[in-house]
Antibody
Framework: QVQLQESGPGLVKPSETLSLTCSVS?????????WAWIRQPPGKGLEWIGS???????YSNPSLKSRITMSLDTSRNQFSLELNSVTAADTAVYYC???????????????WGQGTLVTVSS | DIQMTQSPSSLSASVGDRVTITCRAS??????LAWYQQRPGKVPKLLIY???TLQSGVPSRFSGSGSGTDFTLTISSLRPEDVATYYC?????????FGQGTRLEIK
């Protein structure tokens, strides 16, 4: 049974960089899945941020692509997200998730972390 | 980018009712569509993928249909635990997009 757990600061100052890590247990991140980030502003809908494959292949939301960096740490079975130049509009619950398979044709999310609220405020 | 539009944005129905939620894509997406349920304060849960395939463990009162641009999620007999917001999601090509959600309440 795969488990995903997000970690990182709950408060980030405007213009700084938001950094989150997703720790994966019960499953290897070198397996045939994409590892994704999705966010949800308070009271609003879901927004896909991007994802990374063990080959370091990535897909990113065009609206965020210039501000995001994703990486893998296979030794720790973790993957990470950095979002730079944050503003209040980046305040959201951030989820990490696993896709059903490592192909865009099966790019839906069958396992999710519990989510972590990140607030952007001075 | 392909936009996903759900309707209605919210609805209220009685226990036992048949409920239908619609998701429309701005361009054809074959059957590359998933549905999620997000109960209040909880994590989204995959219900259906490939437009009509029920994820393991999901009750059979949930069903999905459609192909191309028009899709539906149906709950055959509404139960109190189905109170949630439902999202469609298109995949198959980047970028991935979600519908804006449909909030379902019990009358």
């Amino acid at each position: 049974q795969v488990q995903l757990q997000e970690s990182g600061p709950g408060l980030v100052k405007p213009s700084e960089t938001l950094s989150l890590t997703c720790s994966v247990s019960g499953y290897s991140i070198t397996s045939d899945h994409y590892w994704a980030w999705i966010r949800q502003p308070p009271g609003k809908g879901l927004e896909w941020i991007g994802s990374i494959f063990h080959s370091w292949s990535t897909y990113s939301n065009p609206s965020l692509k210039s501000r995001i960096t994703m990486s893998l740490d296979t030794s720790r079975n973790q993957f990470s997200l950095e979002l730079n130049s944050v503003t209040a509009a980046d305040t959201a619950v951030y989820y990490c998730a696993k896709t059903a398979q490592g192909t865009i044709r099966r790019y839906y999310f069958d396992d999710w972390g519990q989510g972590t609220l990140v607030t952007v405020s001075s | 980018d392909i936009q996903m539009t759900q309707s209605p944005s919210s609805l209220s129905a009685s226990v036992g009712d048949r409920v239908t939620i619609t998701c429309r894509a701005s361009q054809g997406i074959n059957n590359d569509l998933a549905w999620y349920q997000q109960r209040p304060g909880k994590v989204p849960k995959l219900l259906i993928y490939a437009a009509s395939t029920l994820q393991s463990g999901v009750p059979s009162r949930f069903s999905g249909s459609g192909s191309g641009t028009d899709f539906t999620l149906t709950i055959s007999s509404l139960r109190p635990e189905d109170v949630a917001t439902y999202y469609c999601q298109k995949y198959g090509s980047a970028p991935i997009t979600f519908g804006q959600g449909t909030r379902l309440e019990i009358k």
